[in-house]
């Protein structure tokens, strides 16, 4: 049936653009995405528009803005454009990128632009134009452009009057750039804001802010000259809406700290994760939606037929007995398996440092938990590279009832869990250190050899840190902290410092479906929790959860059984999320 269903929708691509859905098209080729994942920074930045923090330079997801779309690996491009006058022999490219400290979001423009000012005697000028929703709802403007009168200005920030003291921007003129000097060619120019989202009223730092982004580029244009005049032109791009009709979303991610709490019990390395300090601990989830990692990718190895339909989630949690760190990986993968032509494999790539030392290219040290034998019914196999110290790490899997991995035969999966302990020691960690990691959750699909098909496996890589800890990839390493902390965990504590102080409910993961798919929820206190599934009628065909559940992370996967023990046929469902006396409703798509 699953192979149907994307033939079928292969053949609508193929024939048409307009069969895929706006959603399933940008995934594809990294236009308009709906949403960003925003990283944290190490330190607060210095706005003096310069970009010469590391942070800048990083390898996360980014908008590029030029008139040819073209974009790369972690590129994206915007929504629409318009030539609003003139020819545009000026092609632009602007490189807009977005990071936070907390509730302080950061925006950079890195502009070519080679006529960089005003838009004649308009109030435009090159730059960044956008609006933002305050936690009201409200839409309100910011402005960072170049449209003050004089022989090389600075550029210009505004703020909404409603929030005068919300935000401040600045501009680096790179050298040979002249603004408002249409006798000689420019270099463009790098700037960069912040913006205070308290000041906006939010109060979570891994919430969801609705923004959209216009980049304007008048060219041949002097302070008072006519802005249609024939021999100017002006060139303006969007994310989202050119005026605020349409927003997308910017994911406040990427924790740069969890803290591992201590226990005096020993951990059974069995991969069960049932050892009671596990309640207590710590963890983020790694995923491609969720905003506790720090980024990922799905990639097509070129076939633009397939699509990333199992989007799986791992909750990595942190405890430590001593210099020992205990890491423990729960996933609700439902195909566990091997990429059947490579090396890759489900399970977790843990990169490690020494204290106080960031390896070069050459002295990575990698510690592997993955499902590399690609032989029916395997665990995990467990390796470390010749850099890791002989003995300083070991790991081991559980797979529960209903996964067997390496075969596509037996039906959706239930996942997996992994345990690793890692001897600090051995790295130069005592206690009370920051650990220095990072995780890399690898998600192979429906890529065993019984199943292997090129327009249907998957392949996509999540990770809270990096992927890849080689400066061939990465200029600037992204590792992240693991403090081993002298307190013993409380679970409400840990919950907390997880940031679960929002009742939510988030889009089921893959949707549309077939077989199965996961819905994930977070709740802020204990409380008992219904999760019911209902079909086009109106009438319930699953009782999905009905519990009490502690705060924090949920997820659940629904199979597409019935109450009564039958399969659902397709159609449109509704999965409705009853906490205490709140209830959330969203829709999903079952496809046979």
């Excluded at 990294?30 to 706005?47: A, F, G, M, N, R």
């Excluded at 920051?434 to 890529?447: K, P, Q």
């Excluded at 997880?498 to 089921?508: D, I």
């Amino acid at each position: 049936m699953r192979r149907l269903a994307l033939f079928g929708v292969a053949v609508t691509a193929v024939i048409a653009f307009a069969g895929f859905s706006k959603e399933a098209w940008a995934e594809r080729a990294h236009v308009d995405p709906s949403y960003l994942k925003v990283v944290s920074v190490e330190k607060p930045l210095v706005i003096d528009g310069v970009l010469d923090e590391t942070d800048w330079q990083r390898r996360y997801d980014y908008l590029v803005f030029n008139p040819k779309g073209l974009t790369g690996d972690v590129e994206y491009a915007p929504t629409g454009k318009v030539l609003v006058t003139g020819s545009y022999p000026d092609t632009t490219t602007t490189y807009v990128k977005f990071m936070h400290n907390g509730l302080d979001l950061y925006i950079s423009l890195n502009s070519d632009d080679k006529y960089v000012g005003k838009f004649g005697s308009s109030w435009e000028g090159d730059g960044l134009f956008m609006k933002i929703k305050d936690a009201s709802g409200t839409p309100v403007e910011y402005k960072l452009f170049w449209n003050l009168n004089g022989t090389d200005p600075d550029i210009h920030f505004e703020v909404p009057g409603m929030y005068p003291n919300s935000g401040s921007g600045a501009a680096f003129k790179k050298p040979g750039t002249v603004v408002n000097d249409t006798t000689q060619v420019d270099a463009g120019y790098t700037a960069e804001m912040v913006i205070h989202l308290n000041m906006l009223g939010y109060t979570d730092p891994y919430g969801e802010v609705e923004v959209m982004i216009n980049i304007f580029d008048p060219d041949n244009y002097y302070e008072n000259d006519n802005p249609y005049k024939p021999t100017g032109s002006y060139f303006k791009q969007w994310w989202g809406s050119e005026w605020g009709s349409e927003f997308r979303v910017l994911k406040l991610a990427d924790p740069p700290f969890r803290t591992a709490y201590k226990t005096d019990t020993d951990i059974v390395l069995d991969g069960k994760l049932d050892e009671d300090f596990w309640a207590n601990a710590e963890y983020v989830v790694v995923g491609k939606d969720n905003a506790l990692s720090t980024g990922g990718y799905y990639m097509q190895w070129g076939d633009t037929l397939n699509s990333y339909t199992d989007r799986s989630e791992a909750v990595v949690k942190f405890m430590h007995k001593g210099t020992d760190l205990y890491i423990g990986v729960q996933s609700n993968d439902a195909s566990v398996c091997k990429w059947s032509p490579g090396w890759e494999a489900d399970g977790l790539f843990l990169w490690m440092t020494n204290y106080h030392e960031i390896p070069g290219p050459g002295e990575r040290m990698e510690i592997k938990a993955m499902y590399f034998s690609g032989t029916q019914g395997d665990h995990i196999v467990f390796e470390t590279n010749n850099n890791v110290p002989t003995g300083a790490a070991a790991g081991a899997s559980f797979e529960p009832a209903g996964t067997v991995t390496h075969t596509e035969t037996n039906g959706p999966d239930a996942g997996y869990s992994i345990e690793v302990v890692v001897h600090t020691a051995d790295f130069g960690y005592q206690v009370g250190d920051t650990v220095m990691l990072s995780v890399c959750i690898w998600d192979l699909d429906y890529a065993s050899v019984d199943a292997y098909d090129a327009h249907i496996s998957d392949y996509a890589p999540n990770w809270w840190g990096t992927q890849w800890a080689d400066k061939n990839f990465e200029k600037y390493y992204m590792y992240r902290g693991v403090i081993l902390s002298e307190k013993i965990g409380t679970a409400v504590h840990s919950n907390q410092q997880m940031n679960a102080t929002h009742f939510r409910l988030y889009p089921n993961i893959p949707n549309p479906f077939n077989p199965s798919t996961t819905i994930s929820f977070q709740i802020p206190t204990e409380s008992n929790v219904r999760l019911d599934i209902y079909n086009i009628l109106g009438q319930q065909v699953k009782i999905l959860v009905d519990t009490k559940l502690p705060q924090g992370y949920h997820s659940y996967i629904w199979d597409g059984m019935t109450n009564d023990g039958s399969r659902a046929p397709s159609g449109i469902y509704f999965y409705k999320l009853t906490y205490g006396q709140t209830s959330k409703v969203a829709k999903m798509v079952l496809s046979k």
